[in-house]
């Protein structure tokens, strides 16, 4: 069976370039890095849970977390300056190749109540953003062994110049993408 980097090279770069009339290869559009980020607001002060999350995104993703800190203080939000309140990690090349795999190919399948990506995810520079509620449809992780259930946020950053490209992109990868306005059967 093909991997989506292959079938990128091999079936996407042509496809692309008869749909957008484009000459060269390196002017098709490609997947340049994906970020995954969890916000931490409500576990702040629960530093084992913290360890948790941060374990769970390094078994998901194949690589260690960083944590980010708030760049300004906010008595609303009771957030001091420099204090944790993320956790990210940027992927790219094969950790990002075989992360894209395993989201299109066994995550977004374990969607409760899927009916495909909103278009409104892809942004107007072709970026799709993708906000999952629960981090329990990754392989990677037994909800037998899962305490505490959060959410992640993951953006996949194109070099894609306008939402179209980025739109053909993503779909030929095998996104289900819902095509305007008309959700899909993924049963």
């Given at each position: ?61 194949g ?28 992927m ?17 399948p ?48 194109t ?29």
């Amino acid at each position: 069976m093909m991997t989506i980097r292959e079938k990128y090279k091999t079936e996407i770069v042509d496809e692309m370039k008869k749909l957008f009339n484009l000459s060269n290869n390196l002017e098709v559009p490609k997947v340049e890095k994906i970020i995954v980020n969890i916000g931490i607001g409500k576990f702040i002060k629960d530093s084992v849970i913290v360890a948790d999350i941060f374990n769970s995104l390094k078994n998901i993703t194949g690589q260690k977390p960083v944590m980010t800190k708030s760049k300004k203080s906010i008595s609303g939000f009771k957030t001091r300056e420099g204090l944790e309140i993320g956790i990210k990690i940027t992927m790219r090349g094969k950790r990002m190749w075989n992360f894209l795999e395993k989201l299109v190919g066994a995550s977004i399948p374990r969607i409760r109540d899927f009916h495909g990506i909103k278009i409104k995810a892809v942004d107007g520079g072709g970026n799709l953003n993708l906000g999952i509620k629960e981090h329990l449809i990754f392989p990677e992780i037994s909800p037998e062994q899962v305490k505490n259930i959060f959410g992640l946020q993951v953006n996949i950053i194109t070099n894609a110049k306008n939402r179209e490209k980025g739109l053909a992109l993503f779909r030929l990868l095998g996104f289900p993408i819902e095509k305007e306005g008309i959700k899909l059967n993924t049963k």
